[in-house]
Structures are given as C-alpha cells and as structure tokens.
C-alpha cells in the first residue's frame, strides 16, 4: 500500500505563513473528506491537529488550518513559532486499508 | 481527562513474539476503537491495524496479516498488539492510538513502546 506523498521538508521564519501538502489518489483524498494531520516532536507522542480535512479538536491553535483540492490535502501553519517545529503527518481513510498515511514532513522554524 | 498508558520497553531476539499493551483511561473503552502504529530509526509513521473495542472486529495492514493479533479486554480498557516471528526491521517505537471510527481520526496517542529486536 503507497503512501500519501509529503515534501521532506518545509521551512519558514518566526511570524510566517506555511503549507505542507500531502498528495493521495481519487481512492482516498480525493475520495473522502477524512483527512486528519497529526505533529510528532520525537520522543513524545503524535497529537492530532486537523481531523476531517479542516475541523480542529479543542485546544489546537487557530494558527493550524486544513484544506482539501482534489487529491491534495494541505495544512496550513500561519505565525509560525518556535514550539511548531516538529515533524508533521497527514492521513487519510482509505477503504481497502482503513488507514494510509503520509511520508512525513519535518518542519523547521528558521 | 483521556489518557492512553502503553507498556514499558521490549528487547527481544529474532524470531521472538512481543505483546504490547495499551490502557485507556477517562473515556467508554467500548465505544471507540484502538490503531496501532509504528515508526522505525529514521521513518515516518506506519499504520498496523485497528481493533473494534465494541465486537473485536479487525482490520490489519496486509504487510502484517498472519504475523500480528489485535485483542483488546473491556474489563480492564486494555487493547493489545502481538506481532510475531520479529525480525531486526521490527525494530520501532509501536504507538496506539484512540480510534474515533465516525472520524477515521486517531486523536489520543499513548507515549509509546521501544522494542528492539536483535541477537
């Protein structure tokens, strides 16, 4: 089962704006608006930052932002911090897997 | 508050069996389901499967079908992860994660269990 495609990596300076994309097929992305985005920083556990393609739970920042065209997924991180940089996955139902997920994309806040 | 407690670290030999417990507390284990993951050196996240905490139903990634189980026990809010026949690649950190099957989202994650297969 491939996975969805992510940049390696995305930068930004403190303030700024940036996307991570997260490119998938018509058989998940597409296909469903059950995106969800998850930041990892390592040695702790992933938290989920973006379920449905753009609903955040209680307690996420407004800063974090999801959107959906086509077979791509975006997430949006605007005023960047310091505390954003981690590394960042999407994923996203698929109905012949349940799950698949993203390659995964370190984000560094210059 | 919702927490999700996994065991403690593993070490194992090549050929061994490992069982990972996950426990939940502060929320109805029954009505959600449990996805494990891992992350191996260097990788990103890999979905496993997932367990129904309602009826046991499964569903597990075809790249582990025949070598790991998924059980959980309602008693205790406690779901379980098996895999078998380990070899060196299954050296990872294996986290679990709450299932919110409406969603197709994991939203709470334990902190996770380093198992280190080697000889």
């Known amino acids: 089962q491939s996975a969805l495609t992510q940049p390696a990596s995305v930068s930004g300076s403190p303030g700024q704006s940036i996307t991570i994309s997260c490119t998938g097929t018509?058989?998940?992305?597409?296909?469903?608006?059950?995106v969800s985005w998850y930041q990892h920083h390592p040695g702790k556990a992933p938290k989920l930052m973006i379920y449905?393609?753009?609903n955040r739970p209680s307690g996420i920042s407004n800063r974090f932002s999801g959107s959906k065209s086509g077979n791509t997924a975006s997430l949006t991180i605007s005023g960047l911090q310091a505390e954003d940089e981690a590394d960042y996955y999407c994923s996203s139902y698929r109905p012949s897997t349940l799950y698949v997920f993203g390659t995964g994309t370190k984000v560094t806040v210059l | 508050q919702v927490q999700v407690v996994q065991s403690g670290v593993e070490v194992k030999k090549p050929g061994a069996s490992v069982k990972v417990s996950c426990k939940a507390s502060?929320?109805?284990?029954?009505?959600?389901?449990v996805s494990w993951l891992r992350q191996a050196p260097g990788q990103g996240l890999e979905w496993m499967g997932w367990?129904?905490?309602?009826?046991?139903?499964?569903n597990y990634a075809q790249k582990f079908q025949g070598r790991v189980t998924m059980t959980t026990d309602t008693s205790t809010s406690t779901g379980y992860m098996e895999l078998r026949s380990l070899r060196s690649d299954d050296t990872a950190i294996y986290y679990c994660?709450?299932?919110?099957?409406?969603?197709?989202?994991?939203?709470?994650w334990g902190q996770g269990t380093l198992v280190t297969v080697s000889s």
């Open positions: 502060g929320y109805t284990f029954s009505s959600y389901g």
């Open positions: 367990i129904s905490a309602h009826n046991g139903n499964t």
């Open positions: 018509s058989s998940d992305i597409g296909g469903y608006d059950y």
């Open positions: 449905e393609v753009s």
């Open positions: 994660a709450r299932d919110r099957s409406g969603s197709h989202t994991n939203d709470y």
